[in-house]
């Protein structure tokens, strides 16, 4: 599976749109990027994937560049309860790969 | 629908003494993972199974862990002898293992269990 790379950490106001960024420069054609995040104590849990279009759902929207060298997840409205940690994770397709995580970046919403 | 539990919350043990957590996944996914995540890491796959066989325990320290998943429900992961670096969360997964990039592919995570060696 393509590696990942995602900045440390970000801040973002309350009530605004949270733009989180992903790079998988190495990314193959039949690799999906998903979206997790870690709320604290808390098992991770899933938001969002996509293969080459965007995506959106309740949670937030996927925007996958045209060379699927990169991708920014968007939270529209962030809250105070997605602060949290947000992994990027790039998998091959394939029934129950295991999902390999990296650091992730930490989001923290500021009031 | 009802999540993945998993029993104890926290443990706290010795170095050199043994601990086993428990799992029981999402009524009907066939797939069940155990993650370790140390603290300022992103999780990590220690076994993957498929019903009731594993299908990669690659990344499991053999000489301490073992994990089996009887009748491919439940699960539970055993450590003995205990480490000090085996202090980390403990999370279980499943997957109904479907089509490939579908929603069957999405893994829900229980909430852990820290453990703690002294």
């Known amino acids: 599976d393509a590696k990942t790379t995602q900045p440390t950490s970000m801040d973002c106001a309350e009530g605004r749109a949270a733009n989180l960024p992903c790079n998988h420069s190495?990314?193959?054609?039949?690799?999906?990027v998903y979206w997790y995040r870690q709320i604290h104590s808390q098992g991770p849990q899933y938001i969002i994937h996509g293969l080459k279009n965007n995506e959106t759902n309740e949670m937030a929207s996927l925007i996958i560049t045209e060379d699927r060298k990169s991708s920014t997840l968007i939270l529209p409205h962030a809250t105070l309860r997605d602060t949290a940690v947000y992994y990027c994770i790039v998998r091959r397709s394939g029934s129950a790969r295991q999902l390999t995580f990296g650091s992730g970046t930490q989001l923290t919403v500021l009031p | 629908e009802a999540g993945v539990a998993q029993s104890p919350r926290y443990k706290i043990i010795e170095k050199r003494q043994s601990v086993a957590f428990w799992c029981n996944p999402i009524?009907?996914?066939?797939?069940l993972y155990w993650y370790q995540q140390i603290l300022g890491q992103g999780p990590k796959l220690l076994i993957q199974f498929q019903n009731n066989g594993v299908v990669d325990d690659s990344q499991l320290p053999k000489d301490r862990f073992s994990a089996e998943r009887l009748k491919g429900v439940d699960s539970t992961l055993k450590i003995q002898p205990a480490k000090l670096e085996d202090s980390a969360v403990y999370l279980c997964a499943s997957s109904p293992s479907g089509v490939a990039g579908g929603p069957q592919e999405t893994q829900y995570f229980g909430p852990g269990t820290r453990l703690l060696v002294l």
């Open positions: 190495t990314i193959s054609g039949n690799e999906y």
């Open positions: 009524s009907g996914h066939a797939t």
